[in-house]
T-cell receptor, first 112, second 117 residues
Framework: TQLLEQSPQFLSIQEGENLTVYCNSS?????LQWYRQEPGEGPVLLVT?????EVKKLKRLTFQFGDARKDSSLHITAAQPGDTGLYLC????????????FGKGTRLSVIA | GAGVSQSPSNKVTEKGKDVELRCDPI?????LYWYRQSLGQGLEFLIY????????KSGLPSDRFSAERTGGSVSTLTIQRTQQEDSAVYLC???????????????FGEGSRLTVL
């Protein structure tokens, strides 16, 4: 059973459009992180959310942690080609026995 | 260097050969992690180190995989008798700390791409 489900798996949009990607689970987490990975590089941290209902903004990116701390969303406003990449969510379990577990990611392509 | 350094960046080997992948973490980072990423997939956790100790080795795919870390710094991931299904990008990351239920930011290297023919 996959701990984290990310959707959609693939997304191709035109420059200027808005989009939302999701990270869901049936488990409760102490914290959740979003990373972006570009081709040929390692993932880079975008944000960490720790409080249920928390909303964080990073320029055109808005991150939300679900009230029950089981899910999260990432919304991008007016997408640009530079947003292209693999968006990964990662969690530390409540039991804290394992380090970060990653979802399979959403592969975003923004076409100019 | 300032970031996590991995070598080799690319490795092509024949089935049955052994390979060693090296990771040099950010200086002062106590936690070090190995992940594997197959083509188009997410990250599969392999093993992590707190200092030189690996508390959980259950993520290693088989007994052909082993890892060590010496001096609280450099780590080596060794794959013996490589198989074609071992082909993937092996990513190393480090963080200042990791404690139960919480992780600091992970800083990743660019990965070692392994191709087994």
């Amino acid at each position: 059973t996959q701990l984290l489900e990310q959707s959609p798996q693939f997304l191709s949009i035109q420059e200027g459009e808005n989009l939302t990607v999701y990270c869901n689970s049936s488990s409760v987490f102490s914290s959740l992180q979003w990373y972006r990975q570009e081709p040929g590089e390692g993932p880079v941290l975008l944000v960490t959310v720790v409080t249920g209902g928390e909303v964080k903004k990073l320029k055109r990116l808005t991150f939300q942690f679900g009230d029950a701390r089981k899910d999260s969303s990432l919304h991008i406003t007016a997408a640009q080609p530079g947003d292209t990449g693999l968006y990964l969510c990662a969690v530390s379990s409540i039991s804290g026995n394992t380090p970060l577990v990653f979802g399979k990611g959403t592969r975003l392509s923004v076409i100019a | 260097g300032a970031g996590v350094s991995q070598s080799p960046s690319n490795k092509v080997t024949e089935k049955g050969k052994d390979v060693e992948l090296r990771c040099d973490p950010i200086s002062g980072h106590t936690a070090l992690y190995w992940y594997r990423q197959s083509l188009g997939q997410g990250l599969e956790f392999l093993i992590y180190f707190q200092g030189n100790s690996a508390p959980d080795k259950s993520g290693l795919p088989s007994d052909r995989f082993s890892a060590e870390r010496t001096g609280g710094s450099v780590s080596t991931l060794t794959i013996q008798r490589t198989q074609q299904e071992d082909s993937a990008v092996y990513l190393c990351a480090s963080s200042l700390w990791w404690s139960s239920g919480n992780s600091g930011e992970l800083f990743f290297g660019e990965g070692s791409r392994l191709t087994v023919l």
